[in-house]
């Protein structure tokens, strides 16, 4: 017999023993005047929540400086970051805490999910903007980029697969 683990084993998810790390949703801090929430929820190709996911985010200051991925987890409360994790609870939902971006109208995301065997990229646009690879889509594609305003904030779900499937991103 062959005791071997199989391909779907090794891959994981593993995500919850080095992953999260605590402020990980606030990259903003917690009472600045122009923090705003951005969440969603993140939903398989059978329209299914995914309990188990993680979103990273990246995005400049409001000021357009970029801060770094460097130095980002240690958090002190009292400086914006650029950088954020959080996972998805049990509903599938994540939510952060953040500033606008400056000289760009996007968050910047990578998401884990189980079976991925690479987390995948796309962003977040706070608005409908003037935009290269907004630019670039037909409207019913470029939908799946833009956040909608709510209660809350903004929302945005990511859907990997299936109706409405978010655009991702391909880095070569």
């Known amino acids: 017999m062959d005791a071997r683990p199989t391909p779907f084993q090794t891959i994981g998810p593993f995500y919850g023993e080095v992953l ?3 402020g990980g949703a606030a990259m903003a801090p917690p009472d600045h005047p122009d923090a705003i929430t951005v969440h969603g929820h993140v939903y398989d190709g ?3 929540p995914v309990p188990d996911a993680f979103l990273e985010f990246w995005q400049p200051a409001p000021d357009g400086s970029r801060t770094g991925r460097a130095g980002s987890l240690a ?3 009292a400086d914006f970051t650029g950088f954020g994790r959080v996972p998805t609870d049990a509903e599938g939902h994540w939510a952060v805490r953040t500033l606008a971006p400056g ?3 996007y968050l910047s995301v990578a998401v884990f999910a189980r079976g991925l065997p690479h987390h995948l990229f796309t962003r977040v646009y706070l608005r409908e903007a003037s935009d290269p690879l907004l630019d670039a889509l037909e409207p019913e594609r470029r939908r799946t980029l833009l956040a909608e305003a709510d209660l809350r904030g903004y929302r945005f779900d990511v859907r990997l697969q299936g109706e409405r499937e978010t655009v991702f991103l391909a880095f070569h």
Request: glycine share 16%.
């Open 20 to 22: 999260p790390f605590e």
């Open 46 to 48: 059978a329209g299914d």
């Open 75 to 77: 958090r002190n409360g």
């Open 103 to 105: 000289s760009v109208p």
